[in-house]
């Protein structure tokens, strides 16, 4: 059974730092493109960043550019993502998701991604 289990989210205050993690299982997720999405309350889920297969490339939305930070370890099968400056709009749930043919064209696509995870809670109050 294919999973993607997320870890670290909490609550921190603006200007904090947290570190996320998405362990992957049943299959090598190596050659797969990886991304985080997140979503905030009665808002649709959007993307944040991805990493292209073994590291080649990383994908970031503008609003995180700078602060964000996605990195993968394909021998442990494990994607983090290390958010810094976190601001008050960071705030939602945050999704670990995996797409075999991922592009650069198709990364931030919610509907390209076959797996994910069942999200992890970050808050972060002013």
């Known amino acids: 059974q294919v999973q993607l289990v997320e870890s670290g989210g909490g609550l921190v205050q603006a200007g904090d730092s947290l570190r996320l993690s998405c362990a992957a299982s049943g299959r090598t997720f190596s050659n797969y493109m990886m991304a985080w999405f997140r979503q905030a309350p009665g808002k649709e889920r959007e993307f944040v960043a991805a990493?292209?297969?073994?590291?080649?490339?990383?994908y970031y939305a503008d609003s995180v550019k700078g602060r964000f930070t996605i990195s993968r370890d394909s021998a442990k099968n494990t994607v983090s993502l290390q958010m810094n400056s976190l601001k008050p709009e960071d705030t939602g749930v945050y999704y670990c998701a995996g797409d075999y043919l991922g592009t650069a064209q198709t990364v931030r696509t919610t509907r390209n991604y076959e797996y994910w995870g069942q999200g992890t809670q970050v808050t972060v109050s002013s």
């Open positions: 990493i292209a297969p073994y590291g080649r490339n990383t």
